[in-house]
Each structure stands twice: as C-alpha cells, then as structure tokens.
C-alpha cells in the first residue's frame, strides 16, 4: 500500500515524510479502524483512504504542528470509517483544525467498565451521538474540532456528548 501511496506525491521530501507519517501511525489506524467499523473487512480500505485523504491535503497537513499532526490523522481515519459504515463514497477532502480545546463536563465515570464492552455498545448508539463520543474521546479531539468536522456548533456537540453518555451510561448498566 505504501508503494502506491507515495506514487502520489511529487516531491522526495513529500515521500520521506508520507514514509515516516506511515510507519508511525499505520498501526494505530488499524486500531482505531477495527473500533469503529461495522466489517473488519474494511479495515485495510479504510486505512488506505485515509492516507488517499491526507495525501489530498498534504500541503495543509504540513501546515499543521506536529503536536496536532496525530488528532488531525485519527479525525481523517474516523470521518473515512463513518463514511465506509453508512455507504458514502469518500471522495471529499478533509478539512484542517484549528487548535482551540474545549472540554464536556463529565457526570459519569467509565473507568469502572470494560473498554471493549464500551466500545461494542457505542457502536449501537444512534450516529448523531455516537461520532461525537468517538471523536472526543477515541480520537482525543477538542469541542471546537469536533464541531468543525461535523459542521454543527460547539453547544450542540457538548448536548451531544452529554446524551450519548447519558445513553451509553443506561445501555450499561442494563446489563
């Protein structure tokens, strides 16, 4: 996959830095890919659009500090993944951050629950609730991000992590 990956890019400089992008994240990708996706088949598709995604955004992404460069790759990942889930053709480009960090007041403590059996019951939460919960914390994203990947306002990302947590809190303890 690399091989083609960097058949992409114009510039050597460009290839190195892909190389490196792609030796220190591909793992965490297919992590974070086989969390989120419905069909584990998907996975190596998922990771690969996900380096098609930012290769189209290259120039941007080097644009951005490198203490953001993690967050803005799992975001693409995430937003590839979701696409891949709900049968959307991923063709759009994906749009930068800006590095405002807001954070949801917290009400209930996961810390007590499998983080396996969080993750499978997150995946029946309604979408609306569940990229939000994902972003925030799968994909360590700021409000402000989230709402910017989404295209919705900050209030309504903090309303829909405060529900999607309320949700998952009652799937849980129903068990």
């Known amino acids: 996959m690399l091989t083609y990956l960097l058949t992409l890019l114009e510039t050597d400089d460009d ?4 190389t490196n992008i792609y030796e220190k994240y591909a793992d965490l990708l297919n992590a974070v ?5 419905y069909d584990n088949s998907y996975v190596d598709d998922c990771v690969q659009d996900t380096f098609v995604e930012l290769i189209k955004s290259f120039e941007r992404f080097k644009k951005v500090p490198v203490e953001q460069q993690k967050k803005y790759i799992l975001t693409i990942c995430r937003r590839v993944a979701y696409k891949i889930n709900n049968g959307i053709s991923v063709t759009q480009s994906f749009e930068a951050f800006d590095d405002e960090n807001h954070s949801a007041s917290s009400e209930v403590d996961f810390t007590a629950y499998d983080i396996k059996e969080i993750a499978s019951l997150i995946n029946m939460i309604d ?15 700021s409000t402000n991000e989230i709402a910017k ?9 903090l309303q829909r ?12 303890t129903e068990e």
Request: proline fraction near 2%; hydrophobic fraction near 45%; charged fraction near 20%.
């Open 15 to 18: 290839r190195t830095l892909l």
């Open 33 to 37: 890919a086989r969390c989120t996706l």
């Open 127 to 141: 979408a609306m609730y569940r990229e939000p919960l994902t972003m925030k914390y799968m994909a360590g994203l």
């Open 149 to 157: 990947a989404l295209g919705i306002s900050k209030n309504l990302v």
């Open 161 to 172: 992590i405060y529900r999607g947590k309320k949700i998952l809190y009652k799937l849980l």
